[in-house]
């Protein structure tokens, strides 16, 4: 891997940044490979680099015209690398700001300060960033502070309250503001954008790229020795996936959560659970007071990501508190049980395949009950259609991102 580099705002109101090349730092596509216009795609963490891949090799492979640059931030460290090796992108720089313990501040003025230097060095014609992370909106604000076109990957989702998911749903709408091209996974997002004043002909309908990954994960690997394993151990058996580990959820909710899950477990001798613990000193407590002993609740430390998703494939419900898994389990045509008071992700929701748990003791149970007591269900659950998109989302962006970059700066330099 390689280190070249180590180190009051109105939401409303009709604004829409102005993309202002420099002429003189602009090629046409025509030129040789140093001098053609150059894309920097920024991500620090999981979410982001299963999202933002797909469009990395969309545009590498299909694009020869563009220069593709790539910024790790190191907001997460181990829980990337493999993600990197799975979808063999190779970081041109990895600004390596993580230190343990630190503030999304320092996260943020961190990854401001890493971008500085290589923005002004590479002069790049847009900076991509992907979602709601501190390392997504440092890239976007450094795009901004630079006069540098910024496209949002998965934009315009939106909880309603600016403090749930805390700092994300702050984070994503602030990029909004930022951002000069806008890809929305769907009619939803653009309606949410449109509200907030972002002007339509800068707001681009795309799907999800995590539809891109899954379809790219499901034929390009194999369930593990370990996730044959454990499927060994839960087979005939309804399977219950479950991940927790929102800090929104952290106490009471969770634990009222994992009680209401072990209750339904020992209800049904045909019912199982696996679920993969998140290191979270917060998650292991509460998992091994709640769950620990339970007959048919299998505890395991976290999968890796291609592993998890062939779990997910043979689930008959999933649990979690997870924005991506909203999206990745209804791809897969497997309902979520939504762990949380509201999402971000209202389409799952509207359109049958995703459902909010809320925190009101026994709901949860409720729920799974209901779902047990109707065996016709998940069946009817299987055939509707996937609300994040098809697979086709990075071919979209990609193209998008030729038509606004590569052929404008040929117009400028002519």
């Given amino acids: 891997m390689s280190n070249r580099?180590?180190?009051?705002?109105?939401?409303?109101g009709s604004y829409s940044p102005q993309f202002r090349?420099?002429?003189?730092?602009?090629?046409?596509?025509?030129?040789?490979?140093?001098?053609?216009?150059?894309?920097?795609?920024?991500?620090?963490?999981?979410p982001e680099i299963i999202k933002l891949a797909p469009i990395i090799r969309e545009l590498k492979q299909t694009h020869h015209d563009i220069q593709v640059m790539t910024v790790m931030s190191g907001?997460?460290?181990?829980?990337?690398?493999?993600?990197?090796?799975?979808?063999?992108?190779?970081?041109?720089?990895?600004?390596?700001?993580?230190?343990?313990?630190?503030?999304?501040?320092?996260?943020?003025?961190?990854?401001?300060?890493?971008?500085?230097?290589?923005?002004?060095?590479?002069?790049?014609e847009a900076v991509i960033v992907q979602g709601d992370t501190t390392t997504a909106l440092a890239g976007a604000l450094t795009g901004f502070h630079h006069k540098t076109a910024v496209a949002h990957v998965e934009a315009g989702l939106r909880s309603g309250d600016p403090?749930?998911?805390?700092?994300?749903?702050?984070?994503?709408?602030?990029?909004?503001?930022?951002?000069?091209?806008?890809?929305?996974?769907?009619?939803g997002n653009r309606d949410s954008l449109l509200r907030e004043g972002v002007p339509a002909d800068d707001i681009?309908?795309?799907?999800?790229?995590?539809?891109?990954?899954?379809?790219?994960?499901?034929e390009n690997t194999k369930p593990s020795s370990r996730v044959r394993e454990l499927l060994k151990q839960t087979a005939g058996q309804k399977l219950l996936v479950l991940t927790t580990h929102r800090r929104e959820s952290f106490g009471r909710a969770m634990r009222q959560n994992l009680r209401d899950i072990r209750e339904f477990v020992e209800r049904h001798e045909d019912v199982s659970l696996i679920f993969a613990v998140h290191p979270n000193p917060n998650?292991?407590?509460?998992?091994?007071?709640?769950?620990?002993?339970?007959?048919?609740?299998?505890?395991?430390?976290?999968?890796?990501?291609?592993?998890?998703?062939?779990?997910?494939?043979?689930?008959w419900v999933v649990l979690s508190d997870s924005g991506g898994i909203q999206e990745e389990a209804p791809s897969l045509g497997k309902p979520v049980f939504v762990l949380r008071t509201n999402t971000e992700r209202p389409e799952a929701i509207d359109a049958g395949?995703?459902?909010?748990?809320?925190?009101k003791p026994g709901h949860l149970l409720a729920m799974?009950?209901?779902?047990?007591?109707?065996?016709?269900?998940?069946?009817?659950?299987?055939?509707?259609?996937?609300?994040?998109?098809?697979?086709?989302?990075?071919?979209?962006?990609a193209e998008i991102i030729q038509q606004k970059i590569c052929r404008r700066a040929e117009r400028i330099t002519r």
């Fill in 5 to 12: 580099h180590l180190a009051p705002l109105s939401l409303t």
């Fill in 21 to 46: 090349p420099d002429a003189a730092r602009m090629a046409t596509c025509a030129d040789s490979r140093s001098m053609r216009p150059k894309i920097l795609c920024v991500f620090g963490t999981r």
């Fill in 75 to 124: 907001q997460h460290t181990d829980l990337v690398e493999p993600f990197l090796e799975l979808f063999q992108v190779k970081p041109d720089f990895n600004l390596q700001i993580m230190q343990r313990q630190q503030t999304p501040n320092e996260v943020c003025a961190r990854v401001l300060a890493g971008l500085e230097p290589i923005m002004s060095k590479e002069a790049p």
């Fill in 163 to 187: 403090h749930n998911p805390f700092p994300e749903e702050m984070n994503r709408r602030l990029i909004s503001r930022l951002a000069t091209y806008h890809f929305a996974a769907t009619s």
């Fill in 204 to 218: 681009f309908v795309t799907g999800n790229p995590v539809v891109d990954s899954l379809h790219y994960i499901l």
């Fill in 283 to 315: 998650v292991v407590e509460a998992a091994r007071t709640e769950l620990n002993g339970g007959s048919r609740i299998l505890l395991i430390e976290p999968l890796g990501y291609s592993d998890f998703i062939q779990l997910l494939k043979q689930s």
């Fill in 353 to 359: 395949v995703a459902f909010l748990a809320g925190n």
């Fill in 368 to 397: 799974l009950n209901r779902a047990y007591d109707e065996p016709g269900w998940l069946e009817k659950i299987k055939q509707i259609p996937n609300p994040f998109g098809d697979g086709k989302t990075a071919s979209r962006i």
